[in-house]
């Protein structure tokens, strides 16, 4: 007998038709003889619907009031999941972060998961019942809600797993599995049979939200498989693992791209020792993390420092830069919200060159132009204009033919 651990997103549980649906397929994976805990987001479009409603009243509302109301959603999607299981002759009980106790640390908005007590949900499954448990939220050690981030209801399926050493973690979402790029946005986009934790790691924290970044550390750190599959059929999806050899065969497996970022530019900064830990230790100390940063060359003893964060960073990086730009005499600061991240994974990349032409002819070929650029080993990413996101993805597609299949390691370059 195997423990699962199922998630289902928030278009799983939109209405109360799909809200049966996802009764009916726990109840079948139960009934084939699995112990089954269900993990549930709020309904589609309800995070956000109350996150504009707290917006109404304050532009930046206080963390801790602010996860007490969003973590609500959650609250109505177990509550009715149990009562559809109930509903169709089969025991099951919902619980909320707290109840479990999903032990968090206190960064509202973002907390990271300390600790998960299984105990309550072990003694329930061995009862034969059905567990529903509430993503996305926590509690820390002051007894207040937290959340933990949005996306957040894949970290707490993959942890629950964890914790209960369950045999998979199955996240069904609206999508078949994990693409070679967002299937929304390029229709040549491919479902990938496997993917290796470090590559799906890459993808997410470069924007794929198909899983929440933490969800696949949780998963590579305590090797729990996770399969991401469709809840709209049967099809088998894509199962997230360690790395193994045909993997490391490809050079470039996914592209990504991320909205969600802003850049900050300030303009002649005087070119000396110091600057840049005085300016980005001021940003750290307010804990917002920088991603790209670029520093011109200088001239005449002033140069030009952009970086860039994540969009709800900005006004409170924005000030922090202010501050510091006076203090050192900065001549001014710009803020653009219009930009977009496209980026290129792949682990085979390590041992192949000719990758970083590819990327930029493709863009080139479309008259897109690359405001930064920063490469690691296994990946390549451009800033570029917003409005250019879902062109710049499927020309980079096209150029790395990954309608076909990811580039054999040692093969050569498609021409230009
Ligand atoms: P859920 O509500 O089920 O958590 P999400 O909206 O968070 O679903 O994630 C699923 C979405 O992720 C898909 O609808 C798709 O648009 C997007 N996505 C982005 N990149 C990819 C990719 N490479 N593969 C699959 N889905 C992707
Ligand atoms: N409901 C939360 C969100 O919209 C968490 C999740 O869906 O995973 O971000
Ligand atoms: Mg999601």
Redesign the pocket.
């Known amino acids: 007998m195997a423990l699962i651990v199922q998630?289902?997103?928030?278009?799983?549980v939109a209405d109360s038709g799909r809200i049966k649906k996802v009764a009916q397929r726990a109840i079948r994976a139960k009934e084939a003889g699995n112990s089954v805990v269900v993990v549930v987001?709020a309904m589609?479009g309800e995070t956000d619907k109350l996150i504009k409603l707290a917006n109404e009243l304050i532009p930046f509302p206080d963390g801790r009031e602010i996860d007490v109301l969003i973590s609500t959603g959650e609250q109505v999607s177990v509550s009715l999941v149990s009562m559809a299981i109930k509903s169709m002759g089969h025991e099951a009980k919902s619980y909320l972060g707290y109840q479990i106790p999903i032990k968090t640390d206190s960064a509202y908005g973002k907390a990271r998961i300390t600790h998960v007590k299984p105990d309550k949900i072990v003694k329930d499954i061995k009862g034969g019942k059905i567990v529903v448990v509430a993503g996305f939220q926590g509690i820390d050690d002051q007894g207040d809600v937290t959340t933990l981030g949005r996306?957040g209801?894949?970290t707490t399926a993959v942890a629950l797993a964890a914790s209960l050493k369950a045999d998979v973690c199955e996240?069904?979402?609206?999508?078949d599995?994990?693409?070679?790029?967002?299937?929304?946005?390029c229709e040549k986009?491919r479902k990938l049979e496997k993917i290796s934790y470090d590559e799906m790691l890459e993808?997410a924290s470069l924007?794929?939200?198909?899983?929440?970044t933490r969800a696949v550390e949780f998963a590579k750190k305590y090797n729990v498989p996770v399969h991401?599959r469709s809840?709209f059929n049967d099809n088998i999806g894509t199962l997230v693992c360690r790395e193994d050899e045909e993997m490391e065969n490809t050079a470039v497996s996914?592209?990504?791209y991320d909205k969600n970022e802003a850049k900050i530019t300030i303009t002649k900064v005087p070119d000396k020792p110091g600057i840049a830990h005085r300016l980005f230790g001021a940003i750290a100390d307010a804990n917002i993390r920088v991603d790209m940063i670029i520093q011109n060359v200088s001239e005449e003893g002033l140069t030009d420092i952009t970086f860039t964060v994540v969009k709800t960073n900005l006004h409170k990086a924005t000030n922090i830069v202010r501050e510091i730009a006076r203090q050192i005499g900065a001549k001014d600061i710009n803020t653009d919200e219009n930009i977009a991240k496209v980026s290129i994974v792949g682990t085979g990349m390590r041992s192949h060159s000719g990758i970083a032409s590819t990327m930029f002819g493709a863009l080139a070929r479309e008259g897109i132009n690359i405001m930064m650029i920063s490469t690691s080993e296994i990946k390549i990413s451009c800033i570029i204009e917003s409005k250019y996101t879902e062109l710049a993805v499927r020309a980079l597609h096209e150029a790395f033919q990954l309608d076909k299949k990811a580039f054999a390691k040692g093969s050569s370059m498609p021409t230009p």
């Not at 996240?171 to 999508?175: L, R």
């Not at 599995?177 to 946005?185: E, F, K």
């Not at 924007?207 to 929440?212: D, P, S």
């Open positions: 998630k289902y997103g928030g278009t799983s987001s589609a996306g209801s894949d996240i069904f979402t609206d999508v599995g994990v693409y070679t790029t967002d299937p929304n946005v986009a993808m924007g794929t939200k198909v899983l929440q991401v809840s996914g592209i990504t």
